[in-house]
């Protein structure tokens, strides 16, 4: 980058006065500058690594998600479990503060907090019911293991051979020869 000029605002009617910046190479004093000798080689090599590293850097790499995304009901229930817990949280916070203080409001804020308490905890088995009863019926998918699959392919295919070499002995008998083919 190098030294750039700036013109400052003028002060007490001041032509305006360039000044210098010192550019990223030499942030320290003592670095030493580009025209030292004895620093020469060792600018180089940071003005080369400088111009081999990227200019641009993403802040994040996307990577794969590791489950799938929970259904929209699922999620509904439990968005609204996660703040029915975190008022009841407050609200005990509330009550216990408040009664260290002896203030009035202690006994209301206990019994709403047990009333809350009822309601974290059906909050939290509505996000196990609602996710029970959306996987029984859209998540499950009956389908065999691909082990169960290829036996059972296996076993096909071993019943199809049977009924073809038993049409062909069949075949072979009627005709009346002695169990072999006249031509090949």
């Given at each position: 980058m190098g030294t750039v000029e700036r013109h400052e605002a003028p002060t007490d009617g001041d032509e305006t006065q360039p000044t210098a910046r010192r550019g990223p190479e030499a942030p320290d004093r003592d670095?030493?500058?580009?025209?030292?000798?004895?620093?020469?080689?060792?600018?180089?090599?940071?003005?080369?690594?400088?111009?081999?590293?990227p200019r641009y850097r993403p802040l994040w790499i996307e990577e794969p998600a590791r489950r799938r995304r929970?259904?929209?009901?699922?999620?509904?229930?439990?968005?609204?479990?996660?703040?029915?817990?975190?008022?009841?949280?407050?609200?005990?916070?509330?009550?216990?503060?408040?009664?260290?203080?002896?203030?009035?409001?202690?006994?209301?804020m206990v019994l709403s907090s047990v009333a809350s308490t009822v309601a974290a905890t059906w909050g939290a088995l509505d996000v196990?019911?609602?996710?029970?009863?959306?996987?029984?019926?859209?998540?499950?998918?009956?389908?065999?293991?691909?082990?169960?699959?290829a036996l059972r392919r296996e076993r096909?295919?071993?019943?199809?051979?049977?009924?073809?070499?038993?049409?062909?002995?069949?075949?072979?008998?009627?005709?009346?020869g002695a169990g072999q083919l006249s031509h090949p």
């Amino acid at each position: 980058m190098g030294t750039v000029e700036r013109h400052e605002a003028p002060t007490d009617g001041d032509e305006t006065q360039p000044t210098a910046r010192r550019g990223p190479e030499a942030p320290d004093r003592d670095i030493p500058a580009y025209g030292d000798a004895a620093g020469a080689g060792e600018q180089a090599a940071v003005r080369e690594q400088a111009q081999d590293q990227p200019r641009y850097r993403p802040l994040w790499i996307e990577e794969p998600a590791r489950r799938r995304r929970m259904p929209d009901p699922v999620r509904t229930a439990a968005v609204r479990a996660v703040l029915i817990i975190a008022v009841t949280l407050v609200q005990a916070m509330v009550a216990f503060l408040c009664t260290l203080a002896g203030s009035w409001l202690a006994f209301p804020m206990v019994l709403s907090s047990v009333a809350s308490t009822v309601a974290a905890t059906w909050g939290a088995l509505d996000v196990w019911v609602t996710r029970q009863v959306w996987n029984q019926r859209n998540g499950v998918v009956s389908a065999p293991s691909s082990t169960a699959r290829a036996l059972r392919r296996e076993r096909r295919r071993a019943r199809r051979q049977a009924r073809t070499a038993e049409r062909t002995q069949e075949r072979i008998r009627r005709r009346g020869g002695a169990g072999q083919l006249s031509h090949p």
